[in-house]
């Protein structure tokens, strides 16, 4: 991870001098984000890059994950569906799963940081030690609450609440807790292995190791295999767009070890494509930042067929490769996919058929979208703009008292 002065030829001299002074003004303060899997998600994704970045500004940041067991990630698993207005089951035993794992994890907890981020619902448990802590804790929301199944925000908000704060990605997820609110969207890294400039002959060694021929436009999604990801309603869209203009589908992801469902659907999946041989099914190790890289510069449209999404990374990370992108009007996504301006919207299988035949058969349309979506990217959502809207925050809740 190299310097915040990496960046200055994409994002400008003053945003750099500006994060700069704003982590002087922080100095010595310890910050310590806690989540719930080192790999795999969007919010592991986001750490990996943010956390050397503050460190780097200058910041004594730290990074810890909760332990859990496997009853314990099938509950969450269940809550973050339940966050999503998937009609859920909860009973005692699961409640009473989430408490004991937040009990085993309170040691976790740096007796001595002025700033406690809890990233998500997964370890909330954790600010029942909130009371007699030093620091100042807050709640970071990376998911869309809006429809939150009842009983698992009763469960959940008191947690909430204890927190000094919450932060939501975007203004229509905040909740009413009776504390202080931010907005902020996430970031990709420009300058990582996932979305660097990369040659046309690393190109060909990784299509070539991934065995997808290149005669054919490719259509891509890159999602974890979650049914919120809609991976099959993508096949559908697929199919209807092959009948007009011959292409190939790439459905290409791997598991997050606090996601338990990805391999049902995974197989869900691989049996829907089996004997389709335009249909290519990877499934990636965690190792795949530049496979990942590789299939959004390929694509000759990338899609992301959520039905719910919290921001959506992967469709920031296609946009930021100048790729025109056709994606569920939902969540996050609505603030970077501006319609026929930085990619295209389409709310429905049939929708997204027609907007995927309307790109492939108008190169130039995806290539004005691409280009828009790039900068629309530069100028929004890249890690020291991020960077830089943390270090306010952390900023603004120094001024209050504890
Ligand atoms: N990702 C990855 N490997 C995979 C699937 C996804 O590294 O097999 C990355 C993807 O590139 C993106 C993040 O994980 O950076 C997913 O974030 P997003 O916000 O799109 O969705 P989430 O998984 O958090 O719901």
């Not at 609440?161 to 907005?183: K, V």
């Not at 590789?294 to 296609?318: C, D, N, P, Y």
């Not at 027609?354 to 492939?360: K, T």
Request: proline share 7%; hydrophobic share 40%.
């Amino acid at each position: 991870m190299g310097s915040v002065r990496d960046y200055q030829s994409i994002v400008g001299d003053q945003l750099v001098e500006e994060i700069y002074d704003l982590a002087r003004q922080l100095g010595g303060c310890r910050i310590q984000h806690i989540n719930s899997t080192l790999v795999g998600g969007g919010v592991a994704e986001i750490l990996k890059r943010l956390v050397p970045m503050m460190q780097e500004a200058g910041l004594e940041v730290r990074w810890d994950v909760i332990k859990g067991d496997e009853e314990f990630f099938r509950v969450t698993k269940t809550f973050h569906n339940a966050f999503h207005g998937v009609p859920v089951q909860i009973t005692p035993a699961m409640l009473d799963t989430y408490r004991r794992i937040s009990r085993e994890n309170y040691d976790l907890v740096d007796p001595r940081a002025d700033f406690v981020i809890l990233h998500d619902q997964q370890p909330l448990g954790l600010a029942e030690v909130r009371p007699g802590h030093p620091g100042r804790w807050l709640w970071y929301c990376h998911i869309d609450p809006v429809d939150v199944d009842r009983e698992v925000w009763d469960f959940l908000s008191p947690w909430a609440r204890r927190c000094d704060a919450a932060i939501y990605h975007i203004p229509a997820y905040a909740r009413n807790l009776g504390h202080r609110q931010y907005f902020m969207p996430p970031a990709i890294d420009p300058l990582a292995e996932k979305n660097r400039e990369v040659s046309a002959q690393e190109i060909d060694a990784v299509m070539e190791r991934l065995g997808i021929p290149n005669d054919l436009p490719l259509v891509v999604q890159i999602s974890r295999f979650d049914r919120l990801k809609d991976p099959l309603g993508v096949v559908q869209a697929f199919r209807l767009v092959r009948q007009e203009v011959p292409c190939r589908l790439v459905l290409a992801g791997g598991g997050a070890s606090d996601d338990p469902e990805g391999i049902q659907v995974l197989q869900e999946v691989q049996q829907e494509a089996a004997h389709d041989p335009d249909i290519f099914i990877l499934e990636l190790p965690p190792t795949s930042d530049l496979e990942i890289n590789v299939l959004q510069r390929v694509a000759a449209v990338v899609v992301q067929k959520s039905i719910r999404e919290g921001f959506g990374l992967t469709v920031t990370e296609a946009m930021w490769k100048s790729r025109p992108v056709v994606a569920s009007p939902v969540g996050g996504i609505t603030v970077q996919l501006i319609p026929g301006e930085t990619g295209l919207a389409a709310a429905t299988t049939g929708e997204m058929a027609r907007a995927l035949v309307r790109i492939l058969r108008d190169p130039a349309l995806g290539e004005k979208l691409g280009q828009n979506a790039r900068e629309h990217v530069r100028k929004n959502f890249i890690l020291p703009i991020y960077l830089k809207r943390w270090l306010e925050i952390l900023t603004a809740e120094k001024s209050y008292p504890v």
